[in-house]
T-cell receptor
């Protein structure tokens, strides 16, 4: 069965430091991977996606993610965190060899400290 | 372009009642998905519609149903409400199926008492 794991409920990072939010996945076929962000009192917003090609994907607001097939990971990264990046981040996978359902991780709360 | 809209934004219902939630996708988007968001379970996929056809269904009881109209607007219905149905229900639209990213609405906060 396909699944997504976000092992950290919360990540704290100082402003200006690099940040990483972890995501691992399990699918039976080729994964299509996504990151979404949910700001307080706002809906989820799309950040970036990996479909095929370059393993390093660049997205909105300076975020990027690296697809690692051997480690089945798709970690979200940013070189320099901003306080305004504080939000709830969701990783999602869609498996096109199986049920095609969107599966979301449980979310990681990112707190950037000034 | 207007975003995804959901109505109503807030709803309070009593156990045993039924409820209908509405979603209007972004103009031109033909795929609509529904999710249930709770603090303990995160985002749980309910169903996905494309061109009025249900493409996928999550692991929810038959009390949860949905439909999509020819203008891509979608509704979901929950019958015989239970306390555990209290959640934020999110609708998301995308241009097509497949690799397209989803655009989410603000959600309908349902409270069952």
């Amino acid at each position: 069965a396909q699944s997504v794991a976000q092992p950290e409920d919360q990540v704290n990072v100082a402003e200006g430091n690099p940040l990483t939010v972890k995501c691992t996945y399990s699918v039976s076929g080729n994964p299509y991977l996504f990151w979404y962000v949910q700001y307080p009192n706002r809906g989820l917003q799309f950040l970036l996606k990996y479909i095929t090609g370059d393993n390093l994907v660049k997205g909105s607001y300076g975020f990027e993610a690296e697809f690692n097939k051997s480690q089945t990971s798709f970690h979200l990264k940013k070189p320099s965190a901003l306080v305004s990046d504080s939000a709830l981040y969701f990783c999602a996978v869609r498996d096109y060899s199986g049920t095609y359902k969107y599966i979301f991780g449980t979310g990681t709360r990112l707190k950037v400290l000034a | 372009k207007a975003g995804v809209t959901q109505t109503p934004r807030y709803l309070i219902k009593t156990r045993g009642q039924q409820v209908t939630l509405s979603c209007s996708p972004i103009s031109g988007h033909r795929s609509v998905s529904w999710y249930q968001q709770t603090p303990g379970q995160g985002l749980q996929f309910l169903f996905e519609y494309f061109s009025e056809t249900q493409r996928n269904k999550g692991n929810f009881p038959g009390r949860f149903s949905g439909r999509q109209f020819s203008n891509s607007r979608s509704e979901m219905n929950v019958s015989t409400l239970e306390l555990g149905d209290s959640a934020l229900y999110l609708c998301a639209s995308s241009f097509g199926e497949g690799v397209d990213e989803q655009y989410f609405g603000p959600g309908t906060r349902l409270t069952v008492t």
